[in-house]
């Protein structure tokens, strides 16, 4: 799924699973710059459990929606309500085709942390317009944990201790 600027998401209910791909942009196929980029989405879509919170804002408190993923089940959340997602749309996100997207200038941009994290910058061209400075921070095992839109919106990924919601409520 494509890192769509925040402000371009639909309606929310089909915004969620998108989003949860704001934490794994990838990249136009050939930019090796992006690589690193698209070894943590790899790593994320491959690990047993994740579970993403996102965030509208720097100052949000609560998290506008959620995301869980544990073995090959996935469910959404906004509001107070989980929702499984169909059983293909994980399948899709897993198996993307990075060379259609416009992602690109990709670069490293530093180290966070005491058990150091890199953070990852890209900009992204969506209907010929460019937006800038997007951030991954990936931590020390390849998993990526956080991911930062230009626009303020955040959204942050666990992996410990992540289970399967309670469908439906």
């Avoid at 996935?74 to 993307?96: C, D, S």
Wanted: proline share 11%; net charge positive; hydrophobic share 40%.
């Amino acid at each position: 799924m494509p890192p769509i600027p925040y402000r371009f998401m639909p309606a929310r209910a089909l915004a969620l699973p998108l989003a949860a791909c704001l934490l794994t942009p990838l990249a136009q196929a050939g930019e090796a710059a992006c690589k690193p980029i698209l070894d943590a989405n790899t790593a994320k879509f491959s690990a047993p459990a994740f579970h993403d919170r996102m965030y509208d804002s720097p100052k949000a408190k609560t998290p506008s929606g959620e995301f869980i993923k544990v073995g090959d089940k996935a469910w959404m959340k906004e509001g107070t309500r989980w929702m499984p997602l169909p059983p293909g749309v994980l399948k899709k996100m897993q198996n993307f085709d990075a060379a259609s997207f416009g992602m690109h200038n990709c670069k490293p941009l530093g180290m966070v942390g005491i058990r150091p994290a890199k953070v990852y910058g890209w900009d992204l061209k969506v209907a010929g317009k460019l937006y800038t400075g997007s951030k991954l921070t990936v931590a020390f095992d390849g998993l990526p944990t956080k991911v930062e839109t230009p626009e303020g919106a955040y959204t942050v990924t666990s992996y410990n201790g992540v289970v399967a919601p309670n469908a439906g409520k």
